[in-house]
């Protein structure tokens, strides 16, 4: 991330769709993209939490919509894979407990044009966004978290689509790879960590044999040759046949690093599902995302962290910062104040839905960004590189 030059290793980690927080972040955005679909107007924030064979879909939802919020939950859980007895969570089988009701009426007329003091949609709520992006891959997206991300698709491909061949993966899983870096850049991998629930008959070389066969897959041949003797760490701890919500309690939101830059950037602090793009915290963090990308595709910058700052009810920014670590063509200060003010790019809270069409999602949605991340995916609209010889221009 420095021009300072040093050799150090630096460790993401990934998570399947069967992990017990992802199965809830899956459910809370199945149920905002239900709400969209009818109002593309309607507030939703929605929090769900699941354990063995129970479920609780709570939160405020404006307005409350007639919506099998049950039927919604269920469906998620039983697609990723929980739909039988012996896996210890059976989505057509669990007691499932919804209550939601109406969103503030504070929170409401401060986001109201009509109401907030601004007299325009201000923002959801205050708080500090981040965006993040850098040259290490195709994707503009950091080594670790992007191939960290790759492993775990994989598997799940695997999983639903050679369901004969390998009858032995259910869905709860998660990867790790730690990269050696030398004067900022990723030059070869350390280790890679795969931990996959298993079925009791499972032999423990099948899957060493599957997560090579996966990772040299994923990973290039060059990478993988420049690495030499990589350690693998495959299912460390033994057995892993209990798992999902039945193995550990999931909660909407605890994957916050897992769903943006694999801890590369700094984050704000807030989760993204389950929130409609009123909440900054979702959509100023695809903003930012985006001006971050965007930036270092017009070759500005090798590095681009960018963070925004809002105050609740208040439509414009409090604060933007740009760092480019040491690796941008022109100043910080520079860049941020034509990000800023530039007429290019704009952060109040209805311009960025409009920018990204967050309200009406065309070709995509907001189940698809809750588990692999929110970040270096194509089909999403914050991954495009549309402003790129715009600010070549610029500057």
């Known amino acids: 991330m420095t021009t300072v030059k040093t050799r150090h290793v630096f460790t993401s980690e990934s998570v399947s769709e069967g992990h017990p927080d992802k199965v809830c972040d ?160 990723p030059i070869a991998i350390e280790s890679i960590v795969v931990s996959h629930q298993h079925t009791p008959d499972m032999r423990r070389n099948q899957l060493e044999e599957l997560a090579r066969d996966v990772i040299a897959s994923v990973i290039p041949a060059d990478l993988l040759k420049a690495s030499g003797d990589i350690k693998y760490f495959i299912n460390p701890a033994g057995k892993f046949v209990i798992g999902g919500p039945h193995g550990d309690t999931g909660l909407t939101g605890r994957k916050i690093i897992v769903d943006t830059y694999g801890g590369m950037g700094r984050h704000g602090g807030g989760a993204f599902s389950g929130k409609d793009p009123s909440k900054v915290d979702r959509s100023a963090g695809y903003m930012a995302r985006y001006v971050a990308k965007n930036i270092v595709a017009a070759g500005l910058a090798h590095v681009c962290e960018l963070q925004v700052a809002y105050a609740i009810g208040e439509a414009k920014p409090l604060s933007l910062n740009i760092n480019t670590f040491g690796t941008g063509q022109v100043s910080d200060v520079k860049l941020a104040d034509f990000i800023l003010n530039g007429g290019l790019f704009d952060f109040r809270p209805a311009s960025i839905n409009k920018t990204l069409g967050l309200t009406t999602p065309k070709g995509w949605s907001y189940r698809q960004t809750a588990a692999y991340g929110h970040f270096g995916r194509t089909g999403f609209p914050w991954e495009k590189t549309d402003k790129a010889e715009e600010l070549r221009r610029a500057f």
């Open 26 to 185: 899956q459910i809370s955005d199945a149920i905002l993209d239900a709400s969209l679909a009818i109002d593309p107007d309607a507030k939703v924030a929605c929090e769900t939490l699941v354990t063995s064979n129970f479920m609780v879909i709570s939160g405020e939802i404006k307005p409350i919509l007639d919506i099998d919020w049950e039927g919604i939950a269920r469906s998620v859980a039983a697609e990723i894979g929980y739909d039988h007895d012996d896996v210890g969570f059976n989505a057509n089988k669990a007691e499932v407990i919804v209550k939601l009701h109406s969103q503030s009426q504070d929170i409401a007329d401060g986001v109201n044009p009509a109401t907030s003091l601004s007299g325009e949609q201000g923002a959801g709520d205050q708080g500090m966004m981040f965006g993040f992006a850098c040259d290490e891959t195709d994707a503009l997206m950091p080594a670790p978290i992007y191939y960290s991300h790759r492993i775990m698709q994989e598997f799940a491909r695997r999983r639903h689509k050679e369901r004969d061949k390998y009858p032995f993966l259910r869905p709860d899983a998660k990867n790790q790879i730690s990269f050696v870096y030398d004067n900022g850049h």
